[in-house]
């Protein structure tokens, strides 16, 4: 092997080793600080518990963990298919002009910090959403708004899914007399499969990590929710709501929270990625 | 019969065949020749207005199907593309199985039940010689087929749709010389229901398949037809010089 | 609290140099971040680098020393002897309402009532027909301690609808929701009611809430604004607390809505 | 060889067909129409609410009254200088890796399967918790301090998912003949990477490093924990920075009145992200690459 | 001298090519043939080990280079290819310039400054009749090339680096017949300095062109060699029937 192919081989083993040992790096300090908490409470008291009030004994995760999945999946609900057709937008419908302008401004949308989205949920949004009962600051807010930041992610990797897919392919379709949605369907949409299934993914990682918007828009009370109505508190936002305050053993049990949306992420990638792992 | 008149082509502004004007009939067969990059393929996609799809592209000047504007005969793209089937330079099936190729423009336009979509697919790969070699693996990967194979499947894809008018960039130019000629025959044998439009770069070929041919030149960079004609009078006597020195050399 | 060492500032004003860093409270930071802007033109040489992450960070920063200095918007609890507190400035703490909303008042057994979801309508506490929203701090906020502690309502019996960080999420939450109570920083409130934002501070046990009401020490639910440190922090640190305490800075805590503290032995230097 | 012609005049399938075509391209533009409306709707909501406290003052002064006055000259330039750090540490290390996952260890080895899942998860690793880690680590263990290093590594963690992913598919979607075209020139695989692969598969990096770099913008979380909070303008990379997304984010949730300010920072930094998206797409013009739309057929 | 003893070619574990056993002189041509599928493509792919960028495939077998072992020949994988250079059935330019195509192998393997570069470029180009076409748009994307041009160009960025061995995958399939006809002539003025195998399913060129020819021929869904010699004395006189029966067919 060329030293050239040999010096390159061993960089990019060693930065993928390194890019995977950051995850690992991460998990170990997530366990470390909330080693006694789990020692000390035990892990089955997080599901069974009474109540979520750490400063008077009582650390209920479950209904955080409802709240965390439902905003963080109908966000995906939301964002996946507006996405898709956004990428397919681009190539298949939109005059070309049009097609440029719509990719800047989903480029755009990728890069408004969640604080934005958060102070237009609060401002703009909730009002809105209050003319159906409450405050308006519940799951459907904070999932609307989330939806809308994990956007541009699905419409980006479908966007690059998409034009990857082979034009003789589509050329040929196209000369069997193939109707554009027929093209899009039958051809597109197979090749670009596993390009969007990453985006997939990617947007519901995305959003169930996303902290602040979800935690200026969702209403916090820990409680499990009946509806989309309800008010719901996710663990990415308790953590960044108690944890500036929090005294060692409430914080040990904040990293519990932490860990435990790790490991939900982590069983959700690798059931998702099991199933969809692209065909090659 | 399709017809063009004055077509022109170009790619972001630079022309690339100015003026074309030939016509088709149906039970006769047109051959395109020319040098490489005369326009030829340009030429055939502008046809089915597959130049639609090619970003920059720029049609000019009108094409008739039976003495009327194509546009208004056929009701929409998708109908006019059914009815004047193409087949590509480059072998381009599609990522899936054998059998789906063929059955998914069948399906698209609405040909058929199961059973007959079975026939349809196996009448159309015994016509172009696939059967033998690929009954056993239909449901398998396209792709998997070797190149040739691969380029009759797409024959056979498109002969399934039973088009009017059949355009072929250059179909057996990735076909060994037992499946070319059984495509010739197929050609030849279509004849009769079809109007056919083929490019090829095998002189011979255009001369045993052909009724009528059409040469291409390039001349300051654009390319034109500088000769269109019924084939023997072309191969035995043209007046024109390029074309007299481009026919005579049978070689390749 | 005493901090007898004036020696630093005696002989070496404009000498002083050196790094501080503050971490703390969300409610002190941007007071003390004015004050060292104040401080830093004053010695040209010394830096004061202020983060926030809340009270609590503030405290157990201080204690490890990882800052020098910590800020808490609450007292130190009794099992925080360890530390030293220096209060610098007060702040109230006040029930808020949209200002369409027609009560003036709550008595403490309605308030505690509200909270504990006995209470669902404001009609039942003399305002108009509709339900109450309640808006209420996260666990572990120094401003619900100092308001469970007033009231002394046992934070499991709560009900909220909406539970809110940062007293602007309390505020635009109240605006945007008109039949909301909710409570926060007076001076936050108050800056707010200045800039014309719909609010209204409830009145409580008869007095007003006000910065005025807490600075005569009338208010009953008031709180320390202070700078935590160890037993022996460094001179910079010392003359940085006493700056924050002295009279010089009286003008930008009132602009922060706080009442400045002019008890404090060392301001009167 | 017997061919029969058969055109059926209409056939009802057809009819279904044609429906099925407007029920799908009304969808995907409803849907298209979606996306820039709402995006045009918060766009308008910040301009209308911020546009009008942006002048040359304010993007250079500095900031006084906790943001209520003055600029976010120190602000801005913290921005720059995080996101300088982050895309210096995150960029080649996400192509390295690409390369590692697409060229060198085979797609379904047991190493790139181990490396891709653990990119996963860190993909779905809430920023909080990167806030924490990187002060944990960066700040305390590693001694970095509260500093624009510490915020530019935390967020260069963040990232490395987006970039690995995009930067994968980017170098994936390049076709094979182009690999063997060069094998059978004799190129080395690394030439054939970085001289043939790499630059057919500009444009789609380019696009994962601004979704990176819009990522990195946005992030709030991650950086008052690590880079601070300090809105004083950075004398060294060692020094803490407040970046333009934490600075909104205190003047609208801990400033009383802040609003306008948020708002009107807001609005800077979208027009950074203009800056930016604009200048790649004008490099990629430039340098002759960009994604032209696959081929829309005009009806 | 290139030889291969007891070649065996599979994919995915399913052979498509079984014990070929063949030789290449320098000065000389050796031509492979026959039908579709049969394997022609997958053997010299494994000449030059471009098999191990094929995922699943995999070659037994031995491939000598003057009598030795082609692995201690060549100290690498990417020497091997470059003295033994392959053009490919389909074009396949790089997404670059036409000059940068060229350029980039020749830069890589340390060839020539500047000037020398250009040089080179010409010289390549002008061999392939493809100067006089793109000299003025040298700096323009090889994409935008037709499909002939293209085809033309990886011609020349092969023969740019002057190999000794050359590898052809039907070479002329997408070429017209005056280029065609050019890079027969191409090959003849090579043949003295290279070894040349060149896969065509033209049989005319076979004869002309080569020295021997191998026929390849599936028999149980496996390609093999069913007969390797003298060009003329297969075409006159082949003592095997499939051979005799393939050859005669002098169609396409
Ligand atoms: N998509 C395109 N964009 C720009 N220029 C193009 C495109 N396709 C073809 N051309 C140019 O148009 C001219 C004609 O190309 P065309 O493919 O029609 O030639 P051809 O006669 O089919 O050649 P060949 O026999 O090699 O297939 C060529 O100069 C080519 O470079
Ligand atoms: N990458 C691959 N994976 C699996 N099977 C393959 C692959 N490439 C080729 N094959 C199979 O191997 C057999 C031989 O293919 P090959 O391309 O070598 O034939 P060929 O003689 O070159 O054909 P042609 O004349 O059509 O180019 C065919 O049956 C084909 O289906
Ligand atoms: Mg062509
Ligand atoms: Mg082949
Ligand atoms: O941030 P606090 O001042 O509410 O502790």
């Known amino acids: 092997m060329p030293r050239s192919d040999l010096l390159l081989m061993i960089i990019s083993r060693v930065s993928a080793l390194l890019s995977a040992a950051v995850v690992l790096v991460i998990l170990g300090f997530l366990f470390r600080e909330a080693t006694p908490a789990l020692l000390e409470i035990g892990l089955s008291r997080f599901f069974t518990d009474r109540s979520w009030h750490p400063l008077s004994g009582n650390f209920n995760l479950k209904p955080m963990i409802v709240a965390t999945l439902v905003t963080s999946l109908g966000a995906v609900a939301i964002a996946g298919p507006l996405g898709i057709a956004s990428g397919l937008f681009v190539h298949f419908y939109a005059p070309p002009a049009l097609a440029t302008w719509h990719r800047r401004i989903v480029e755009l949308l990728a890069g408004i910090p969640s604080v934005v989205f958060g102070l237009w949920g609060l401002v703009v949004l909730a009002p809105i959403i209050a003319n159906l009962g409450g405050s308006g600051q519940n799951l459907l807010t904070a999932t609307v708004v989330l939806g809308l930041m994990v956007l541009p992610t699905v419409a980006v990797l479908s966007d690059n899914a998409v034009a990857a897919a082979p034009r003789e392919a589509i050329h040929g379709a196209a000369a069997l007399g193939m109707s554009r949605w027929a093209i899009v369907w039958e051809i597109v949409l197979p090749e670009s499969r596993s390009g969007i299934a990453a985006g997939v993914i990617l947007a519901l990682t995305r959003a169930l990590g996303e902290t602040m918007a979800v935690l200026m828009l969702a209403g916090n009370v820990v409680e499990m929710p009946t509806s989309l109505l309800s008010p719901g508190r996710t663990l990415n936002a308790n953590i960044a709501l108690e944890l500036g305050y929090a005294s060692t053993s409430h914080r040990s049990v904040l990293f519990v929270s932490g860990l435990i949306l790790m490991l939900v992420v982590s069983v959700i990638v690798i059931v998702i990625s099991r199933r969809g792992r692209p065909i090659r | 019969m399709i017809s063009s008149e004055n077509l022109s082509v170009s790619y972001h502004g630079r022309t690339v065949l100015r003026n074309a004007s030939v016509a088709a009939n149906p039970g006769r067969v047109l051959a395109l020749v020319g040098p490489s990059g005369c326009g030829k393929s340009s030429f055939l996609a502008a046809l089915n207005r597959m130049t639609d799809l090619i970003p920059g592209a720029n049609v000019t000047g009108q094409i008739s199907f039976d003495g009327r504007p194509i546009d208004r005969v056929f009701s929409s793209r998708t109908e006019l593309r059914r009815q004047v089937g193409m087949i590509f330079q480059k072998p381009n099936p599609f990522a899936m199985s054998i059998r789906r190729n063929i059955e998914l423009a069948l399906r698209e336009h609405g040909l058929g039940n199961r059973d007959e979509l079975r026939q349809i697919t196996e009448r159309a790969l015994r016509d172009v010689s696939l059967w033998d070699e690929v009954q056993d693996r239909l449901d398998q990967s396209a792709l998997e087929l070797s190149g040739g194979q691969q380029q009759r499947l797409c024959i056979a894809r498109a002969i399934a749709l039973k088009p009017q008018v059949l355009l072929m960039d250059e179909p057996c130019s990735a076909l060994d010389p037992i499946a070319a000629e059984r495509v010739e025959q197929l050609i030849q044998s279509m004849r009769e229901h079809y109007t056919i439009i083929i490019v090829t770069h095998n002189l011979g070929q255009a001369r045993r398949l052909a009724d009528h041919v059409a040469v291409f030149w390039t001349r300051g960079g654009v390319g034109e037809i500088v000769e269109y004609g019924p084939t023997e009078a072309l191969f035995e006597a043209s007046s024109n010089e390029i074309v007299k020195s481009y026919l005579s050399g049978e070689r390749g | 609290s005493g901090s007898p060492s004036s020696e630093v500032s005696v002989e070496a004003d404009g000498n002083l140099s050196g790094k501080l860093t503050l971490t703390g409270s969300s409610t002190v930071a941007p007071l003390v971040t004015e004050i060292a802007r104040r401080f830093e033109e004053r010695h040209p040489k010394a830096r004061i680098d202020v983060q926030t992450g809340g009270s609590g960070k503030g405290i157990a920063d201080a204690r490890m020393g990882v800052a020098d200095i910590g800020m808490a918007s609450r007292a130190l609890k009794s099992d925080e002897t360890d530390l030293t507190a220096h209060q610098i400035a007060a702040d109230g703490v006040g029930l808020i309402v949209h200002s369409s909303n027609p009560i003036e008042e709550l008595t403490a057994e309605q308030v505690n009532s509200i909270y504990t979801n006995q209470t669902q309508n404001w009609k039942d506490v003399g305002g108009d027909e509709s339900e109450i929203i309640v808006v209420h701090k996260a666990e572990g906020r120094a401003t619900l301690d100092v308001f469970l502690n007033h009231f002394s309502i046992d934070n499991t019996t709560v009900k909220a609808d909406v539970i809110v960080g940062e007293n602007e999420h309390g505020i635009k939450t109240v605006v945007g929701t008109e039949n909301a109570i909710g409570y926060v920083s007076i001076g936050t409130a108050e800056a707010d009611i200045a800039a014309d934002v719909p609010i209204r501070l409830l009145s409580l046990g008869g007095v007003e809430a006000s910065t005025a009401t807490v600075a005569s020490g009338e208010f009953p639910m008031s709180r320390p604004l202070s700078l935590i440190t160890t037993d022996s922090p460094s001179p910079l640190a010392m003359e940085f607390i006493r700056f924050c305490q002295s009279t010089e800075v009286h003008d930008l805590v009132r602009s922060q809505y706080f009442v400045p503290v002019t008890s404090e032995p060392n301001a009167a230097q | 060889m017997s061919i029969t012609r058969s055109i059926e005049p209409s056939r009802p399938d057809q009819r279904k067909h044609t429906i099925r075509e407007y029920v799908a391209t009304l969808a995907i533009w409803c849907a298209a129409c979606l996306v820039m409306g709402i995006l045009a709707w918060i766009l308008t909501d910040i301009a209308v609410r911020g546009v009008s406290q942006i002048n040359i003052s304010f993007l250079l002064d500095d900031v006084t009254d906790a943001g209520r006055s003055g600029g976010i000259g120190p602000v801005i330039l913290s921005t ?162 407040r970046s333009l997304s934490v600075h909104i984010y205190d003047l609208a949730m801990n400033v009383p009145n802040g609003g306008a300010r948020a708002y009107a920072t807001a609005c800077v930094l979208v027009a950074i992200l203009l800056v930016i998206n604009g200048t790649t797409a004008l490099l990629l013009k430039v340098a002759g690459l960009g994604t032209t739309p696959q081929g829309r057929d005009r009806q």
């Not at chain 4, 490395?160 to 060069?182: C, G, K, Y």
């Not at chain 4, 790499?198 to 696009?207: D, Q, S, T, V, Y």
């Not at chain 4, 979704?211 to 991650?222: K, S």
Request: proline share 4%.
């Open chain 4, 80 to 241: 720059i200088l995080i996101l300088l750090v982050t895309l210096s540490v995150s960029v080649p290390l996400s192509i390295a890796t690409a390369i590692a996952l697409t060229e060198q260890i085979g797609y379904d080895s047991l190493l790139a399967r181990f490396v891709r899942r653990c990119l996963d998860i860190l993909a779905g690793v809430p920023s909080i918790v990167f806030g924490l880690f990187g002060n944990a680590f960066f700040t305390i263990t590693l001694g970095l301090g509260y500093s624009i290093l510490s915020g530019g590594l935390t967020l260069s963690c963040m990232i490395l998912p987006i970039l690995i992913r995009t930067a994968e598919q980017a170098i994936n979607s390049v076709p094979m003949e182009h690999r063997q075209a060069a094998a059978a020139l004799g190129l080395t695989r690394s030439s054939t990477l970085f001289r043939v692969v790499i630059p057919a598969a500009a444009p789609a990096l380019a696009a994962g490093v601004v979704l990176g770099v819009g990522r990195a913008l946005a992030e709030t979380a991650a950086l008052i924990f690590t880079s601070g909070y300090v809105a004083r303008s950075p004398e060294s990379l060692f020094d803490s920075g």
